[in-house]
């Protein structure tokens, strides 16, 4: 995969600024940008994709558009609702557990989901599940050492998650939506791609910076600086067959 444009990344970085006062334009540009990186792997025409967590449905709705069979697996009832919208066929489910065949397929899809559950692994390992042997599993996350990974509260975390949410009270006049250890969680590049490596039923196909215009695989192979400069981790994961296949 080529790396991707400046103007690209400096285009999802302003919608991402914007996200608050327009999400519909931030989240749907960001959803136009995510299928067409799973259609550089697989076609997305008739297959089959699981969307886990991907809120109110704008991942979900762009690969329909594609002409893909999507189905959006979303814990939060609040998000699925979000905005007034909610995708036809949206299933209230826990990433944990998905109501899904083993197999069944051919895309299993998570866009900024990993940071917010307490165990990526078994997260990890209920997409590779639900995917056929040879299917695509796309995976994005802000990991912990991100400039964004405090989200709302960024970069500010840097100097505590509690001082952090002191500032944004002071500021705003209201709570902070994440909480460290209740739905915001250190994730870090380096324990992750250990773990990815080390299964026996997944092969990397790609780990990038999902953001960067530049240099996009060689950051994240530098321990220290990827768990900064990576940003956002883009981790493109093939299922390997069965052993006795």
């Known amino acids: 995969m080529k790396d991707p444009s400046i103007r690209r990344s400096v285009s999802l970085f302003r919608a991402f600024l914007n996200e608050q006062n327009d999400p519909e334009v931030a989240y749907g540009m960001l959803a136009r940008d995510a299928a067409s990186q799973v259609e550089r792997y697989t076609p997305l025409r008739g297959a089959t994709v699981v969307d886990v967590g991907g809120g109110s449905g704008h991942f979900t709705e762009e690969f329909r558009r594609r002409g893909a069979h999507s189905y959006l697996f979303e814990p939060d009832l609040r998000e699925l609702h979000a905005g007034g919208r909610r995708p036809e066929g949206a299933v209230l489910a826990d990433g944990y557990l998905l109501p899904v065949a083993d197999g069944a397929a051919d895309v299993c899809f998570s866009s900024n989901v990993l940071e917010h559950v307490a165990d ?30 405090g989200h709302e509260t960024a970069p500010w975390h840097y100097l505590g998650h509690d001082r952090a949410r002191a500032r944004y009270r002071r500021r705003h006049g209201q709570e902070a939506k994440h909480t460290l250890g209740e739905n915001l969680f250190a994730v870090h590049i380096g324990p992750t791609l250990r773990h990815v490596r080390g ?47």
């Open 120 to 149: 990526p692994q078994t997260f990890l390992s209920e997409m590779v599940r639900v995917t056929r042997p040879g299917g695509l599993i796309y995976v994005a996350f802000t990991n912990w050492y991100s400039p964004w990974g």
């Open 199 to 245: 299964r026996d039923d997944v092969e990397i196909v790609s780990a990038r910076s999902r953001y960067w215009p530049f240099l996009t695989g060689a950051i994240t192979r530098v321990p220290g600086l990827r768990e900064i400069a990576t940003w956002n981790l883009l981790l493109i994961l093939r299922r390997c067959p069965h052993v006795d296949d």
